[in-house]
């Protein structure tokens, strides 16, 4: 787990200092104030799209992610439900049948019934 957590942590260092890097580069660039001004607006808006597109997608996987779930559960429980009434239906053959049998010990005069 250790190793996990250092590559982690190398990974947000590598991210990190690669922005650093790459606003340094916008400040000290040989362009005018101007003209970097307007390539930091650009790139802001390219990543704000990308970023919403991004959150789009997720919102659309997440949406069907969830129909399928919905689905998948619905499917499960009308399983469950005619189980149960099967269940209910051995269990009330089984009832009718015993209490035939005990009817029919006590007609037959109060000997056991064999099993």
Known sequence: MS??????A????????GLTGAVVALL???QSGEETRAMIKD???ELRDRAAQTAEEALARAEAAAAEARQRAEELARIARERANELASEVRERGKSAIE????TKKDGGEAAPA
Do not use: N, T, Y
């Open 3 to 8: 190793d996990r957590d250092e590559f982690g």
């Open 101 to 104: 049998a005990v009817r029919k």
């Open 28 to 30: 000290f660039a040989p």
């Open 10 to 17: 190398f990974l947000v260092g590598f991210v990190v200092g």
């Open 43 to 45: 790139k802001s808006i």
